[in-house]
């Protein structure tokens, strides 16, 4: 490991052990301080709508001629002293935000802090019209939706109101009861609706998405772009869009590319999208890992939200067979094959999330991704 | 000044000062690394929106017997190592989220970190319904509405496309043109909308952001409140709920309480709230300092924006005046009777956001709000 495996590591390290059996976490493990160089926040991409006419300043609110900025992605950074030289560009999934990245239900460092730790330069952010990136220029309507229990499913902590056997996600009993235990509701509460149309699952019509992050690494420069279950199309897309994307970790992509001179592969959540051979081949210059957690079955179960899954590793080694084939370097790694059982579709939030951000600095460390300065560690 | 006058502090004084005259800010001055033993987020209040029926994992979005968490307020907080003994909750104003307290709209640092560099722990958040705290029981339609110039004028920048002579906001020319410079946009993309029905104006109906901030308070214990504009009337409903508030320090508040046994007092943006006399005697226990910027006019303008102001000082001044006539410590402070001027409603995000802040270290520390441990400083 690239990174000095300080007592602090180890601790951490332990105590992930020691909650990987389901048990609630008590009060987050005290670290040692984290140092900064510089943190702050901004907004980057976006459109703006423009109203006819002339504005008037002698009318109270004048729409006429005015402007709304809208559609731009929210970006928070945080620089640690003496940063690796490539910043870690997190992005969250479907229903989510950048607190994806952030304490994890149980209170615990979330990948934002522990990269931080280890010298990475983090950026998280809120992809246009979702939660801080909420100004947008097309309106909708928003209709709560009681569906947590189904997220359950789908995120894969169980079969609602049961945890599976040795989830890597903290509850007291087995079986979940109403009102829920404070790190589910803090998981619940970590959901937020579109304030515009949102994008398709496909990425077809991702452009405000796509344009922003694409913005943002052409003002961070080079850069890892880090992807999460509904951003990994829109990850694969603004590679495509953006050379400054030097490496792609995308945790649970549901759906994929192909270059569309090729037969289409098995779909995963939805068919792969379509993109000229010259583009795809752009996917092949640089490091691709796609990770996955546990529970994910091979075939039909009684539960549709657990069903989701049954494509999804199958598509994603399409894609790496085929980004492979045209000589790239992309791999699929199932947690469980690496010794760690139990993760949901957010292992870098849950109890042994240590433990996956150790494989993600191994991933760093191997393709030469973690360096300072001129290359050294 | 109660934290060591650093060669850092000395450089930002200078720096706001060389910025004061409207000059676009260069890149951020460098300053020494922020040293932080904890930070994370986490939700806090809130409501359950329970569909009847009985839920079934057999099927793919089952709603029924389904629940939806909402209505919590979002909150990030950074605790420095030897933390003051009281943080610091910042609560943004109407439209805004938290982003108001982080990087100013040219970079600089914002309140969050100033302070965080002061020895405060420092809690932001995002209101019930708005940002990162998106997600809502009950839905609203979004409408994108072209408003950016008149809160250009409301929030006195200027009379668009002018700006104030003088005004402390970057930009290099006195007239504004589209597309506006970069201060300016991502002053304009700060604003995000509301994703369920708005609290009232005068803070009659807002028991999902008043209870979300006593039960944040109820979770770390006492501290000082800071309220920006709408957040203003808020701040005073939340002291009357919950003791925990030691201090309230109120930038631009907009509309005021009363006691329901005396006569109104004239109205803010909106007529004063009345409250019970046993409640608004809460508000006589703390300290309270009530901040205005520059260019609020005595009387009314041609500009109705502009003109929301006139009655903004007379109903503060009135409000402190009630409070100490019941033997509380309230004050209003008007930024250009302390040698600040061209400051517009966002005072702490303004060029010489460094004095403000000096002026609230100031305070907090002659009302002894800014002690460490027992007594030391």
Chains 1, 2 share one sequence.
């Not at 140092?35 to 926040?41: L, N």
């Not at 609706?193 to 694409?214: F, L, R």
């Not at 899954?309 to 690496?338: C, S, Y």
């Not at 150790?358 to 300072?372: I, P």
Request: with cysteine; aromatic share 10%; net charge neutral.
């Amino acid at each position: 490991m690239s990174w000095k495996t300080s007592s602090v590591t180890v601790c951490a390290l332990l105590l992930g052990s020691a909650l990987s059996h389901g048990a609630l976490a008590g009060p987050p493990a005290k670290q040692s301080p984290v140092v900064i160089a510089e943190q702050g926040s901004f907004a980057v991409g976006g459109n703006v709508l423009q109203s006819p006419g002339v504005f008037s300043p002698n009318v109270f609110i004048s729409t006429a001629g005015g402007t709304l900025h809208g559609d731009h992605a929210y970006v928070q950074f945080q620089i640690p002293p003496n940063a690796r030289n490539l910043p870690l560009v997190m992005w969250h999934g479907g229903g989510q935000m950048a607190k994806t990245w952030e304490s994890t239900p149980d209170g615990r460092e979330g990948f934002q802090t522990i990269f931080l730790r280890r010298g990475f330069a983090v950026y998280i952010l809120d992809q246009p019209r979702r939660g801080r990136a909420g100004q947008t220029t097309v309106g909708t309507t928003i209709t709560p939706i009681t569906i947590d229990q189904s997220l359950f499913i789908i995120f894969r902590l169980g079969i609602w109101p049961n945890f599976f056997p040795g989830i890597q996600f903290p509850h007291t009993s087995a079986v979940a009861t109403l009102p829920v235990e404070e790190p589910l509701n803090q998981y619940f509460r970590q959901i937020t609706p579109n304030t515009g149309p949102a994008d398709p699952a496909d990425g077809t019509n991702s452009a405000n998405e796509t344009n922003a992050v694409a913005a943002l690494f052409d003002k961070i420069g080079p850069g890892v772009l880090i992807t999460h279950s509904a951003s990994g199309i829109l990850g694969w897309q603004t590679a495509i869009k953006n050379a400054k994307i030097k490496a792609i970790v995308a945790y649970e992509p549901t759906v994929f590319v192909y270059p569309q001179n090729e037969p289409a592969p098995p779909p995963g959540f939805a068919p792969a999208v379509p993109v000229p051979a010259s583009d795809f081949d752009k996917l092949t210059k640089i490091p691709i890992q796609i990770v996955f957690g546990d529970n994910i079955p091979n075939a039909p179960t009684p539960y549709p939200g657990l069903n989701l899954w049954v494509n999804a590793i199958p598509a994603a080694q399409a894609f790496a067979a085929t980004v492979n084939a045209h000589g790239g370097d992309a791999e699929v790694v199932r947690l469980p094959d690496k010794g760690l059982h139990g993760n949901t579709h957010f292992p870098f939030s849950d109890l042994n999330n240590v433990a996956v951000a150790d494989l993600l600095s191994e991933y760093l460390k191997e393709k030469g991704l973690d360096k300072r300065g001129n290359g050294n560690n």
